[in-house]
DNA sequence: GGGTATTGATACTCTGCGGGTATGGATTCG
DNA sequence: CGAATCCATACCCGCAGAGTATCAATACCC
């Protein structure tokens, strides 16, 4: 089965319309249609169920999807890992704001190594960093769970915190010592792309919803080490019955190098060096 | 990256000589040189060392073999699961003879299942059930640790067992009560294929392996369940140092079928029972 | 050291496949 | 019932990939 094919084949599965689908390849729509028929005939399945006015999935359809979504990732990831096999440094990729302090330390630490190389840090967008993980961009990856997908990937944990309340200083509840999910319930709370709105605002990224929060136009739950970089007109406060999330550095299962591991270990180590230090 | 360009390079990365990997790809020498060169062009890195004598692989091109044969793997289970997605059922399998007399009772346990489907076993060679379970042919495999490869498969322990000395009967140790591994030191082991030749016979199969335990020719160690189903001409000593191995049912990590979980809590539940009876 | 074998690269040709345009047939909608 | 939408078919074309013939470089052997 040729790998162009199958991209094809997963455009039009994820468009579920032939003419979009062709848009998308930046081809015609006629020989695309053509490719996924003899792709059916090669597999000796039927992928999609046709009316002249709508495309389904067939249940093999479905499992082509998934798993040759699998493998084209896969795929991508064997081309980058090979391009980038010449330079022996580390890429690490995270969301701005989400290191919790800590990336400073694990870099200095890291550095200590023997087996320590060049640390290129790849600011990525939002739920971007384990699919650069899974396609070979990147090396390690700063995740928060349980928001990230962390399927296909080892990791270890770092740092848990709870959300806190992210609040203009002006805010009615910007002096309360601490407060309760409910007590939010009035406001415009925000959304990313990928979550289904809620009323509030559409965020793309952190600085614009900060900039949203300045004005008075929304209120975040984010964990509480974002207090470390806020603007000046911002402040937080405990929220008691808030989630937690997790801070974990995050790699690929099968990854065997020795800087990778280096680098891992010297995350764990500055990690566990907070609860030590306030103890 | 086309994938047939990636099967070409990893034929040339195994065979290290472009002749023989043309052969093997059933086309001529010039346009696999071609092609080679037109990818390593596209990545923008030299996969091969090129003397006008002999081929080896860059730093590069090591990666791009490990990661290629990876997504090539990826890409035909994409192939054959969507082929297979049609059917219900699901196939199983094992090598000959290492089932612990377990495989009956775990049918006969899965068919109670309110999710039970057909299962179908198939008999693979030495080695060839992961190879199997990864590229999407089966769905399931028995397989004996630490001697199989799990990399990518989750698996579920059902049973560690010792090896025993497989012996004609009238071998001269075949009436001792046990045996130790230094007693078999003037014996010829068989090897298989894979691993290294060390003066005994090569097998390829177990029912080979068991014809040339009669003829005397050589003894083997395996595990304590083979005695369930041995010809009457041999006959089982237990070794007080030999090896244990354990039988584990193992499927694709990243497989969510009802069946299947109902096939390996099947395997698991018989598995228990075991211990539980001679208790 | 020269002849030979081996191995990869180059030159040239050609076929087939992947892609484009034009158009048809079916269904939905106003 | 006409218009719009959407997938399939017919037909044509260009180029990528495969083949043959040959060259160039190295190793090997007497």
Do not use: C
Request: charged content about 25%.
């Amino acid at each position: 089965m040729d790998s162009r094919e199958l991209g094809y084949f997963v455009a039009v599965a994820e468009e579920l319309n032939f003419g979009r689908a062709a848009t998308r390849l930046g081809i015609a729509q006629p020989p695309l249609s053509r490719a996924i028929k003899q792709l059916e005939r090669r597999l000796g399945v039927a992928l999609f169920t046709r009316t002249s006015r709508s495309v389904t999935l067939t249940v093999a359809g479905e499992v082509l999807l998934q798993e040759g979504k699998r493998a084209l990732t896969a795929l991508t990831a064997a081309r980058r890992r090979a391009q980038r096999a010449g330079n022996p440094g580390l890429v690490l990729t995270m969301k701005p704001n989400i290191d919790g302090d800590l990336l400073e330390k694990i870099l200095a630490q890291f550095a200590n190594d023997p087996a320590a190389v060049e640390v290129e840090v790849l600011i990525g967008g939002i739920g971007e960093q384990a699919v650069l993980l899974r396609e070979g961009e990147a090396d390690a990856a700063l995740l928060r769970l349980p928001h990230a997908d962390v399927d296909g990937l080892a990791y270890e944990e770092l740092l848990t915190e709870q959300d806190v309340a992210v609040l203009p200083r002006t805010h009615r509840l910007a002096d309360r010592a601490s407060i309760t999910l409910s007590d939010l319930d009035d406001e415009q709370l925000p959304y990313w792309p990928g979550s289904r709105p809620n009323g509030g605002p559409l965020v793309r990224d952190s600085a614009q919803l900060l900039q949203l929060i300045s004005l008075g136009r929304t209120v975040a739950l984010l964990p509480a080490s974002v207090r470390y970089h806020l603007r000046d007109d911002l402040t937080t406060v405990p929220v008691s019955d808030a989630d937690t999330s997790t801070l974990v550095i995050a790699w690929p299962q099968d990854a065997r190098s020795r800087s990778l591991a280096a680098l891992v270990e010297a995350a764990v180590a500055v990690s566990s060096i907070r609860p030590a230090r306030t103890s």
